[in-house]
């Protein structure tokens, strides 16, 4: 029974048991909704949580654990001589589950019957072919412990789904019952749905944390894995960065944090000056009238997605630094440079530092100016000696923001600084940063017991530290060294 | 008191003639105030920069040239069985179909009179679309009953003709290209001049699939938008709930304790997690742990939703608490319970706020490149996905993913292409915005 229609008949159970629960509960109050105790529908929204809630969360529990458990009964039928690796076994898995998908879709076309499906003998018949005819190819022929465990697959999973299916709607029914008869006139039914309304909203607002427990989780399991291959001292001191899928790579982190490091000071020589300037200019001397036509005008820069930064970098600035820049004053001739992507980012980034330091300038007390201006100072005057010391704590935190941004940015860099690893200081040369590094080395199919590709995960576990501690420090001097004022 | 002071010359100031020192600061003061106003200057400049280098790049690929020729559809080619039966023609390959156009292009030419001069009939091949013999042997399989009869046929020019109609390719660079002659152009102009060749606005280019390296021409964003689509509806369909949730939870009900501390720290540095974590993210756990398929809207979808979460969670507490106490202490002396009260009464009067909050933060999502490229959204993908629920589990790619694999191809006629997709995105964006705004404008209200 297909999945949807399992989930339309929980749903359907709910919509009935809202109406019979509502009925139910006028009923036992004689018809008079003062003699009730919560108001009709809640008697009716009970119903419909008990047969709903719980059923869907089951089906859900299921479908996470049925596949593996398919996966680990079947995977015992493989003789351990034909799968020598864990690469092997799961490239024999993926051949089984082709097969399986294959006798499906032709029992589902009719061109075989599920009995034939089921007593194939892989010395009989030419399964590639025989599949490949009603459009499911196959990369190799079909030996004939593959087609058995692909028939077991086939059995157990259709077995799964059937226990499933009876189980899930039997649940529903259970709980559509137990809702049911508890439905009285002294029942608290808002009591009840409250409190399961409250248990959805505190599971809604922990998914935040699961996301996070998800990230380091998913990522320090697979680090530990590269570490076992690879020596950690060689991925954080190694100054060669040359990845090689036949083995005997050399992957070391400097080069690729040197290159990081590199764009993000080029990005931020650029928009600190900009945004700060930007960000004076706007709380202190412009009307309303700029100030409502320029702020939002920067803004809008942020709003633009970094693929748009990263294709201008690629076909505008990158060229045009190398025609009037770095060919005529003999820096290198390659259009993706450190200067490329550091400029683009900085403009990227001019309207995080621009807002931010807004904010911060524009809650320096009046008081502070006004003493300043009695003093006899000027208006640049009273922003350098006054304003900017009372604000620095924010707009170093703004800066440190911008920094973070700037490390983990990504499509700028993988479009506009070259994919060459190397510690250079021209800033016109090509250098790659640890995002690009992931992209290269997680891009299309990759093998995920080779460190080349297992390194991909301790460069984001790196990048992810390195953000994380970026922003706690923002937000540790902002409060540090706030200055209170009343 | 006045004998010390009379030793040293009396410093005078006067507003009319200010003295060397009052010049001084005054011109720093204008300095200051210049530096600020180049400031803003260079930042509204770049946002000029950029957006017009994007649109003077990518416009074209809204325009395509087409050749328009009578084509006879030769039984003897077609359906050397002449029985009509689909299944049979579709044994002629569109190798077969190639020399149908060929010759025709070729005869028609002679009948107009126009000269072929040093345009060999291989070199007149190459001046249609690869994608031609394909559209027109779909055509014939559609609609068997035409072979036999001879048809207007319009069929796309190839990448480099087309770009000598936009500019893009000159005879000076035909002759450094190896993939087409000055005469090939100068034939094309021949034609344009007949009429044989237009150059209009390219509907394919938003509706169809992509195309391979070969023919820019024919690469289209359909697919690239549909997944984009499916994977918004899948951002608003678990992103609004779970946030809004959230956000009632931690504005109205949450006690101050350790746990909700964790929360709120969690949901503060979530939204400053570079996105690409969030593709390591889903890749090993979406795909490599739960199984899912790669390239699926439904992993992108996924994805994104708990990247957009921050920022719709942040928002929504804006905007509950935005509703003033007053409101949610009325309905409490009436007699609702805090959760009446909170769904009855302050989250409708927020929901404004909210769904500004969601519009741009689906916004964001829509532009999101880095995490999909994890998630094997740059497989090259021709099929249409099928409709919802099933087609979110049918490979897509995504509209800044498309940008980013055009951009990744030889052809520079894929720069225009790559331009012209970031203009439907940034067209998608605007008008996401500006829906934003109008909400906020039309529903806003000042308690």
Not at chain 2, 223 to 247: C, D, E, Q, T
Request: a negative charge.
């Amino acid at each position: 029974m297909p999945l949807i229609w399992i989930i339309a008949i929980v749903l359907a159970l709910g919509a009935v048991g809202y109406m019979l629960g509502r009925q139910r509960a006028m009923a036992s109050a004689g018809g008079d909704i003062r003699r009730l105790h919560s108001l009709p529908v809640y008697y009716g929204t009970n119903v419909f949580l008990f047969s709903v809630v719980p059923a869907l969360l089951v089906l859900c529990v299921w479908l996470m654990v049925q596949p593996s458990v398919i996966q680990s009964r079947v995977t015992e039928m493989i003789p351990e001589s034909a799968a020598t690796s864990a690469g092997e076994l799961s490239l024999i898995m993926t051949d089984v589950r082709r097969v399986a998908d294959g006798l499906d879709r032709a029992v589902g076309q009719g061109a075989l019957t599920a009995d034939e499906a089921n007593n194939l003998r892989a010395e009989e018949t030419n399964i590639r072919e025989s599949l490949g005819a009603i459009g499911v190819a196959l990369g190799s022929d079909v030996t004939p412990e593959v087609l058995s465990a692909a028939q077991r697959y086939r059995s157990l999973s259709s077995a799964g789904n059937l226990a499933m299916a009876s189980a899930i709607i039997a649940l529903s029914a259970l709980g559509f019952a137990y809702a049911y008869l508890r439905t009285t006139r002294d029942f608290r039914a808002r009591n009840t749905v409250e409190k399961a309304i409250m248990a959805i909203l505190i599971l809604a607002s922990s998914i935040a944390v699961l996301t996070t427990v998800g990230i380091v989780l998913s990522m320090i399991l697979e680090t530990a894995d590269f570490f076992e291959l690879y020596d950690w001292r060689q991925f954080f001191f190694g100054t060669e960065w040359i990845p090689s899928f036949e083995g005997g790579s050399e992957l070391g982190l400097l080069p690729l944090l040197w290159g990081t490091l590199y764009i993000t000071i080029v990005a931020l020589v650029v928009s600190v000056p900009v945004g700060l300037f930007a960000a004076i200019y706007l709380a202190e001397y412009a009307g309303p009238k700029t100030r409502s036509i320029a702020k939002p005008l920067i803004e809008v820069l942020a709003g633009i997605p970094t693929i748009v930064y990263g294709l201008f970098a690629l076909i505008t600035v990158g060229p045009m630094l190398r025609d009037y820049f770095a060919e005529p004053m003999g820096f290198g001739t390659s259009s993706s440079s450190v200067m490329t992507a550091g400029l683009v980012m900085g403009i990227m980034l001019i309207p995080f530092v621009s807002s931010l330091s807004d904010d911060i300038i524009n809650a320096v007390p009046q008081s502070l100016r006004d003493g300043s201006y009695g003093l006899g100072a000027t208006h640049s005057e009273t922003i350098r000696q006054v304003i900017l010391p009372a604000a620095l704590p924010g707009i170093v935190g703004a800066i440190l923001l911008a920094a973070s941004r700037a490390i983990g940015e990504t499509m700028i860099v993988v479009m506009g600084a070259g994919a060459a690893a190397r510690l250079s200081l021209n800033p016109f040369e090509a250098m790659t940063t640890v995002t690009v590094k992931i992209v290269g080395q997680l891009t299309g199919d990759t093998d995920f017991s080779s460190p080349e590709a297992l390194v991909a995960f301790a460069l984001g576990l790196t990048l992810f530290v390195l953000t994380l501690g970026l922003n706690v420090l923002a937000l540790y001097i902002v409060r540090k060294y706030r200055e209170q004022y009343e | 008191m006045t004998d010390a002071s009379s030793n040293t010359p009396r410093l005078t100031t006067s507003i009319i003639e200010p003295d060397p020192r009052t010049r001084r600061r005054n011109a720093s003061e204008r300095r200051f105030r210049a530096y600020g106003l180049a400031a803003i200057g260079t930042g509204i400049a770049a946002l000029i920069f950029l957006v017009i280098s994007i649109v003077s790049n990518g416009y074209t690929a809204f325009l395509q040239t087409y050749i328009t020729i009578p084509v006879e559809l030769s039984e003897q080619r077609l359906d050397p069985q002449g029985n009509r039966d689909p299944e049979e023609m579709a044994r002629v390959t569109t190798f077969g179909y190639a020399p149908v156009l060929a010759m025709a292009l070729q005869s028609h030419l002679i009948e107009q009179g126009i000269p072929m001069d040093g345009v060999n009939p291989r070199d007149l091949m190459a001046m249609i679309s690869q994608e031609a013999p394909a559209q027109v042997r779909n055509l014939v399989l559609a609609n068997p009953e035409i072979v036999g009869q001879t048809l207007d046929m319009e069929m796309l020019a190839s990448g480099r003709i087309d770009g000598y109609f936009k500019g893009r390719v000159t005879l000076e660079s035909a002759e450094r290209d190896s993939n087409v002659s000055p005469a090939q152009l100068a034939l094309a102009a021949a034609m344009a001049e007949a009429g044989l060749m237009d150059t209009r606005f390219n509907w394919a280019f938003i509706t169809g699939p992509d195309a391979s390296g070969q023919r820019p021409e024919a690469a289209g964003l359909g697919v690239a938008i549909l997944g984009s689509l499916y994977m918004m509806i899948v951002v608003l369909a678990l992103a609004l709930p779970i946030g809004v949730a959230a956000s009632i939870y931690l504005e109205e009900f949450a006690p101050k304790n350790r746990f909700t501390d964790i929360i709120e720290v969690n949901i503060s540095n979530l939204a400053a997690v570079p996105s690409i974590v969030f593709g390591i993210l889903g890749l090993a756990i979406f795909i490599n742990f739960a199984g899912l398929p790669q390239s699926a809207p439904i992993v992108g979808g996924l994805v994104l939703t708990l990247m957009t979460l921050p920022t719709i969670i942040i928002a929504t507490r804006a905007s509950l608490r935005a509703v003033p106490p007053s409101i949610r202490d009325a309905a409490l002396g009436l007699g609702a319970s805090k959760m009446q009260s909170v769904f009855h009464h302050v989250l409708p009067l927020a929901m404004p706020g909210i769904l500004t909050g969601t519009i741009i933060g689906l916004a964001q999502a829509l532009g999101e490149t880095a995490p999909l490229l994890l998630i094997g959204m740059v497989a090259f993908v021709r099929e249409f996905p099928d409709a919802p629920p099933e087609g979110l589990f049918d490979p897509t790619s995504a509209l800044p993913v498309q940008v980013f694999s055009w951009t990744q191809r030889a052809d520079p006629a894929f720069v225009e292409r790559a331009s012209g997709a970031t203009i439907v995105l940034l067209v998608f964006l605007v008008s996401m915005n500006l829906l934003a705004v109008m909400l906020r404008r039309r529903f806003e209200r000042r308690w």
